[in-house]
């Protein structure tokens, strides 16, 4: 009796394409959207007021499917897609303060500070006010590895020597300053 469930466990799963339903707390993290493909998300996102279409992406240079999730609310998700028929996602983004987060916790607001402890080595970024404003270089650290991309914004202001397309160099006092928070968080999908 034991082979018999378990036979029929193994082909439900290959039937469903291996592809679970999100548990109620990973419903928001980006991580496990990478498994799903637009029919999935369209299934356990029912509620999103999904919106679908193609823009310019990557400087403006490559277009690509795109889905998003929840537009024009907090909430709000980008999902690019690999290929026309939007089976394989090329990377997921959101900017809302809403309730969309990473494996380890990072989000919309989360501190500079927060974001070196989670790396358990400092980290780096580039200036503000370009294309790439603010993109944390992980150096080698814990979430080198995790394909999540984060772009920081400051909430006081910045002087010049802040912004462009450079890795910033400065005092603690200066970043300490700045007061850093995530503006951006970008799950790059490398499948």
Known sequence: MKKVILAIAVLSLVACGGAKKPGIGEKYTVEQLTELNSEKIKEYYSDANIEEG???????????PY???????PDELLITWKDENRTR???????GNGKWKSDEGIKVGTSYETLNKLNEKEIS???FGW???????????????TNVQV???????AASKFYGDHLI????????????KVQTVMLINDN
């Open 67 to 73: 889905t998003k999730l929840y537009p024009d609310t």
């Open 151 to 157: 772009f920081l914004a400051p909430e006081n202001e």
């Open 54 to 64: 193609k823009g310019m992406y990557e400087e403006g240079t490559v277009e690509k």
């Open 89 to 95: 996602i090329d990377d997921v983004r959101f900017s």
């Open 131 to 145: 294309d790439y404003s603010g993109a944390v270089m992980w150096n080698d650290g814990k979430l080198e590895k």
């Open 169 to 180: 160099e400065a005092s603690p006092e200066e970043i300490s300053e700045l007061d850093l």
């Open 125 to 127: 970024f580039y200036g």
